[in-house]
């Protein structure tokens, strides 16, 4: 049987037992899951084709793959070929298998983060492969690297990758043949920095060759109850996942294809709803600052990486007696020992709680 790491969210209940007995409700800031409503247009889309007997196309319908690459276009700078876009049932699902879709084999390295989302740990170990965090590409030897992940903003650290980075990682991973997968979930939620996609030319220098960039609906559009999501780059590679994911009946249902289409091509929904995380994010900043924390990287994506210098789950001991329920440093890597991880994804009442909580 493979071996998968402890769920670590089940260690939090204790906290969330106790910030649950808050006379006013608990604040959870813990998961960064949208709260604000699926836009009308993306509901009326997802309705309107409800009447679907047939089985989906695993590639997409050719209007949702031109709606990709013509948002990748106009927010990212970034061109590719509508034919080399392949929608995906959540992104989780992608960053979980693609190590295995890949043929990554046992005794390979899969090289992601020192602070990392887990799943690209989970990923490693269901091909059979081993995880390995380091954010040194330098000091791994000369061994068979197959797969590189980036995340850019990360979660959970809000830290962007500048364009000159990643190239760098581009040109390593080209020497030795490693294929480099972007996890660019958060890339349209830059504040003071604008995050950079891997397929961007200043990034890649135009050739899409060993690059794949994986690109969510969750956040953008509240499209994390519909699984909806889109991987693109190499075409060679995008080719081999779409047979194995034939086969595999990894298939996005034809409703979810049809909604996500309107939810590329509008990008009013998608204002609005950055407008709502950047008030959010400027009130519990100023709050947690206030209050003796110290906020590190988070200049993009929808979490504040913070410490006020003792433990992490000191911290949420500490936040959960107020009523407010964050996620340890340690849940994303050793390194977040003495951080913690608050999603700026709750309702304007709950952070307004927080906020005065916290005063
Ligand atoms: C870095 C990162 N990648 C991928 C995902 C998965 O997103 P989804 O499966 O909703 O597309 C998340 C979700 O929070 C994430 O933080």
Redesign the pocket.
């Known amino acids: 049987m493979i071996k998968l790491p402890d769920f670590p969210w089940d260690r939090l209940t204790p906290y969330k037992e106790v910030a649950q007995a808050h006379p006013d409700g608990i604040a959870d800031l813990s998961i960064?899951t949208p709260v604000d409503s699926v836009p009308e247009v993306v509901r009326q889309a997802l309705a309107a084709a409800s009447d679907s007997p047939g089985y989906p196309q695993t590639h997409g319908t050719p209007g949702l793959r031109a709606a990709a690459a013509g948002w990748l276009a106009r927010h990212h700078g970034v061109t590719v070929d509508p034919d080399n876009v392949l929608p995906v049932i959540?992104?989780?699902?992608l960053?979980a298998w693609l190590p295995t879709l890949l043929d990554v084999r046992a005794g390979d390295r899969v090289i992601f983060p020192e602070l990392a989302?887990p799943t690209y740990d989970v990923g490693a170990r269901l091909a059979g492969a081993e995880p390995f965090a380091s954010d040194g590409l330098v000091a791994l030897g000369p061994e068979r690297v197959p797969l590189v992940w980036v995340?850019s903003p990360s979660?959970p650290t809000g830290r962007v990758l500048p364009a000159g980075h990643l190239a760098k990682v581009v040109a390593w991973a080209r020497e030795r043949g490693a294929i480099v997968a972007s996890?660019e979930?958060y890339i349209g939620l830059g504040w003071e920095e604008q995050p950079v996609s891997i397929l961007h030319p200043d990034v890649c220098g135009g050739s899409h060759e060993g690059l794949l960039a994986v690109h969510?609906l969750?956040k953008r559009s509240n499209l994390?109850g519909y699984r909806a999501?889109f991987v693109t780059g190499d075409p060679d590679l995008v080719a081999h996942l779409l047979e194995v994911r034939k086969h595999a009946g990894m298939i996005m249902p034809g409703p979810v294809q049809a909604a996500m289409t309107v939810a590329l091509d509008d990008d009013a929904h998608a204002e609005e709803q950055r407008a709502r995380y950047a008030a959010r994010r400027s009130a519990l900043r100023t709050a947690l600052v206030s209050a003796g924390w110290r906020i590190e990287h988070s200049t993009a994506g929808l979490y504040l990486w913070a410490s006020d210098g003792s433990g992490c789950w000191e911290q949420v001991r500490r936040l959960s007696e107020s009523g407010i329920l964050v996620a340890p440093g340690d849940f994303y890597g050793v390194a977040g020992k003495q951080h913690i991880r608050i999603a700026i994804t709750a309702t304007d009442e709950r952070i307004n709680a927080v906020v005065r909580r916290l005063q």
């Open positions: 960064g959540g992104t989780k699902e960053v989302y995340n979660n996890d979930c969510s969750s994390a999501g």
